[in-house]
């Protein structure tokens, strides 16, 4: 038998034809003369109707919520049903009958995150993970329209790339190993042979905070490129973003609608960002009242009083040295600025992190001991330096960031489906 998509029906596809659907009971009402059920299929939620008398009433009647069935029916165009469409039913088939379901419409955001494994079935949950399936696809295409090349970078990890307080550490055998909290350092390896490097990878962090925008396992989108500067990078971040708010503007319409989300702000995402450095923004700050020094790093607070001032993605970029990682390429003329940048958004802030790295074999050193670090960790990534160094640059975006922006989430957790947080691990 060939089953429909709900979709197609709900398009109009198929009206007053005889098809056969699949799924689960999303809802039910019973009333004297009709039994109302809600079907959901991957593609969309379907009223289906059985009136008394019908051979398939008693099936329905004992239909539980997200039993998994198969009904036959006849497609009417009803402006009273959602999605404007029913179907009008002659035969159910109830493939696995379901036990009293525990999730029901006045359960708490918290008993939803306990559910997690059964709240993924939601229409909300449904549609958020596709976005976040589209968006992966969007950032594929960009890259493979600038050449670059997607690679696999190693979970497993000797050494720090971000500093030891967000490092998980874990027995490896009977070695000391970590989770990695970016791929970098590898993507810089890659560059050596191929240039134009990207990755979409998981990154972990030990992050004691719990906010709205802070997971301990993320999905990291990173990219890496020989012989650039930071106009390149700035350029490819903006590429990146603006391919991916454009795509999602055509290709996730329904999406953000029945989520409600705002996608016209998508729209106002085109390349060039405004740019402004850390010295200015540290004015702003000042001038809006707010009590920050020179040479703190930026907070919460402060990336989204900047970000409210844009209404729209940003660069800030020029950083102090000393509150960035030891990496980082710093200004010739002015060794206590690194050429760093992130991209901030409204509501959230950072989204982005990147610069230029630091190419000079001995200045690396130097920081690298300047930071406490130990040199023979970073022997392979001095040898980067010794053979054949180049100018280049790379950045990371946080995947679930960008979605919790995107589709104005109010805790990232939703952008994720499993999210692991400093209580939650579970299912
Ligand atoms: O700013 P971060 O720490 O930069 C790096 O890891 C660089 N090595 C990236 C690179 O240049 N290849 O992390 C980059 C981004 C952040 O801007 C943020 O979007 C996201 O990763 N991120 C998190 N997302 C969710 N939960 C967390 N705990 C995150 N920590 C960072
Ligand atoms: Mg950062």
Redesign the pocket.
């Known amino acids: 038998m060939r089953f429909t998509p709900i979709r197609e029906i709900l398009l109009g596809k198929h009206e007053n034809e005889k098809v056969a659907i699949r799924g689960w009971v999303y809802r039910k009402r019973e009333g004297k003369e009709t039994i109302f059920i809600l079907v959901r299929d991957s593609t969309g939620v379907i009223q289906c109707t059985v009136k008394a008398g019908s051979s398939a009433w008693a099936e329905a009647e004992r239909l539980t919520i997200e039993s998994s069935l198969t009904l036959e029916g006849t497609v009417k165009q009803d402006k009273r049903a959602v999605g404007g469409y029913e179907l009008s039913v002659d035969a159910i088939s109830v493939v696995g009958l379901a036990e009293l379901f525990p999730i029901s419409k006045d359960k708490s955001e918290e008993f939803l995150r306990d559910v997690r494994h059964l709240w993924l079935r939601s229409r909300r949950m449904n549609l958020i993970m596709r976005v976040r399936g589209k968006v992966q696809k969007f950032t594929d295409e960009f890259f493979e329209s600038q050449d670059f090349v997607e690679v696999s970078p190693p979970m497993f990890i000797t050494s720090a ?2 500093g030891g307080s ?1 490092l998980f550490g874990l027995k490896y055998f009977d070695q000391n190993m970590y989770l990695t ?4 350092l590898y ?1 810089e390896i890659l560059i050596y042979s191929l240039e134009k490097v990207y990755c979409v990878a998981p ?1 972990f ?1 030990a ?1 004691k ?1 719990r906010t709205i ?4 396992e ?1 999905w ?1 989108i ?3 490129q020989a012989f650039a500067d930071m106009e390149d990078l700035m350029r490819l971040e903006e590429g990146l973003l603006t391919h991916i708010c454009q795509r999602a503007s055509e290709q996730c319409k329904e999406e953000f609608a029945e989520l409600k989300a705002d996608i016209s702000k998508l729209a106002l995402v085109k390349p060039p960002f405004p740019k402004i450095t850390y010295t200015e923004g540290i004015e702003k700050l000042k001038a809006k009242g707010l009590n920050v020094m020179w040479g703190e790093d930026l907070g919460y607070e402060h990336e989204k009083a900047l970000a409210e001032e844009f209404g729209k993605p940003f660069f800030i970029y020029d950083y102090p040295k000393q509150i960035k ?1 030891f ?1 980082c390429k710093t200004h010739r003329d002015r060794p206590d600025i690194a050429m760093s940048t ?2 901030l958004v409204p509501r959230i802030g ?6 230029a790295r630091e190419d000079d074999k001995e200045i690396l050193v130097a920081r690298i001991k300047e930071m406490g670090l130990k040199i023979e960790d970073y022997d392979w990534y001095l040898d980067l330096r010794r053979y054949g160094t180049i100018p280049h640059v ?5 995947l ?3 979605l919790t922006w995107m589709l104005d989430l109010e805790n ?1 957790i939703d952008a994720i489906p499993f999210p692991r947080t400093t209580r939650r691990f579970y299912p």
Do not use: K, P, V
């Open positions: 790339c971000e967000t909290q970016s791929a970098q993507l990154s962090r992050e905070s925008r802070h997971l301990t993320y990291h990173e990219a890496e990682a990496y992130d991209i950072e989204i982005s992190t990147g610069g790379g950045f990371g975006m946080g679930e960031r960008l990232i």
